[in-house]
């Protein structure tokens, strides 16, 4: 198993793992990142643009799916960005949320969901660099966060594949070979 040691250096490296365990075939697929990231109003990870250029829209294993980056359709990362930007206001939708807020300049980004509810978000924040966000995530809506700071977004997908210790997000245990299913 590759160790992250550098901050830019090897974080590349686990995205090349990701396509390694899959057995993917890597197919560039364009993004438009400076119109995206123009949007959020701040740039994103480096190894999840990569892992979007190499993998495109689908799911790890039929179970991990990264949210589609290149279109504002509502189920795309600014698509629900921007939907549950619409209902934040509501205190209900607010505090299934606490602690944290939605992202304005600082909060939560969705990336990826599960099948069985888990969401994937990165704690934004415009002031610092986007590779030292952590993830916060959680298994359904009403569960308690779990924060990974230092996991870049490569290491924490590759985490939930292969390491059985990972809980509550591992699916090493119920998937013996890790596979990519990628939407058209």
Not at 43 to 55: A, N, R, T
Not at 64 to 72: F, I, K, T
Not at 98 to 105: A, I, K, Q, R, T
Request: glycine content about 8%.
């Amino acid at each position: 198993m590759i160790e992250l040691t550098g901050k830019e250096g090897n974080l590349m490296e686990w995205v090349s793992e990701l396509v390694s365990l899959t057995g993917r075939q890597p197919e560039r697929h364009e993004v438009d990142w400076a119109d995206i990231e123009r949007e959020l109003g701040t740039p994103l990870p480096g190894d999840f643009k990569e892992i979007c250029e190499v993998f495109g829209h689908g799911a790890f294993s039929g179970f991990l799916e990264l949210l589609p980056v290149d279109s504002v359709k509502p189920h795309s990362l600014l698509g629900r960005l921007n939907s549950l930007k619409d209902q934040w206001d509501n205190p209900q939708v607010q505090v299934l949320f606490d602690p944290y807020p939605v992202f304005e300049g600082s909060g939560l980004i969705l990336w990826g969901q599960s099948m069985t509810e888990a969401s994937y978000y990165w704690l934004a924040d415009t002031s610092k660099d986007p590779e030292e966000w952590p993830i916060v995530a959680r298994t359904s809506p009403l569960e308690d966060w779990h924060r990974f700071d230092g996991v870049p977004t490569s290491k924490f997908i590759h985490r939930v594949l292969t390491d059985r210790e990972f809980r509550p997000f591992s699916i090493a245990r119920k998937v013996e070979r890790p596979f990519f299913d990628a939407y058209r």
